[in-house]
């Protein structure tokens, strides 16, 4: 790997980044991979999740509840959930780092992001557990 050099001849790369022998921005790869192995999760979740949906679909209270709460459903839904919020916060990460230009902004954007997804996840997760735990509400 042919490193970059000022005319005076000294790297442009630090003696960590040498080391660990990474490009400009250290984790690209690994990222890359965990949007691409969540993507999976997702598509592989998606057809059982609508057919729970279809079920519930139209059916009183009740009998929606009982959908919910049978533990291969519950399983099902919470791990979609899982999966999706964990991949809504790695996409909306790569369209913050290229489009946030302001370091305060660009981390402060993070933040909120990671906040939001496990927000999102957990109020999700609190809901299915509810009506998973709970005869009716």
């Known amino acids: 790997m042919a490193e970059h050099r000022f005319d005076n001849g000294k790297s442009m790369r630090t003696p960590m980044a040498r080391a660990k022998g990474l490009g400009a921005s250290g984790g690209g790869t690994e990222h890359f991979w965990r949007q ?10 998606v057809l059982p999740v609508v057919i729970i949906v279809a079920m519930i679909a139209g059916r009183p209270q009740a009998e929606a509840v009982a959908i919910v709460s049978h533990p291969f459903a519950a399983i099902l839904l919470a791990l979609f959930v899982v999966s999706i919020a964990y991949h809504m916060r790695l996409g909306m990460q790569i369209i913050i780092e290229d489009y946030v230009h302001g370091k305060g902004a660009k981390v402060a954007a ?13 109020a999700s997760l609190f809901a299915i557990l509810k009506i998973g735990f709970s005869p009716l509400f």
């Open 36 to 45: 691409r192995v969540s993507a999976v999760a997702n598509a592989l979740l």
């Open 110 to 122: 993070l933040i909120a992001n990671t906040f939001f997804a496990v927000l999102v996840g957990a």
